[in-house]
């Protein structure tokens, strides 16, 4: 049985207790498996708190550029949504499928959907009167 010392916590360990390493002649790291998930996910835990509070510090330093930057975001979204939406329905009932629909026909279907609002609009004002 090969044995190593762990440079983190000292023990001597199994050399397949420890992480594998291409750059090292050994082919093993210095951190035992153990040290090494330990100092992993507190990097990560550290990392991610820093990055959490970087952010919530620019928000607070720029919120009116946040605001900006949400409402963009949700304008994307709304945008894509729709997109999705007029893809639905023209492939719903229809013999497209997806891979067939271009950026003409959602804009034909957008269109028709449009007019086919406007047109009930136009009713429900009629029955209306
Ligand atoms: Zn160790």
Known sequence: MT???CS????????NLFVLDSRRST???A???ECANLDNSKYQK????QAN????RWIKNNPEKFKEMAKKRDRKERLLLKRVYVIKELISGSVLKFSDVT???IELKRAQIQLTREIKKCQSKLTQN
């Open 3 to 5: 044995t190593k010392l």
């Open 8 to 15: 983190k916590c000292k023990n001597e360990k199994d050399i």
């Open 27 to 29: 082919g093993h790291g």
């Open 31 to 33: 951190k035992c498996r």
């Open 46 to 49: 550290e990392h991610r708190e």
């Open 53 to 56: 509070n970087c952010q919530a």
């Open 103 to 105: 950026t003409d026909l």
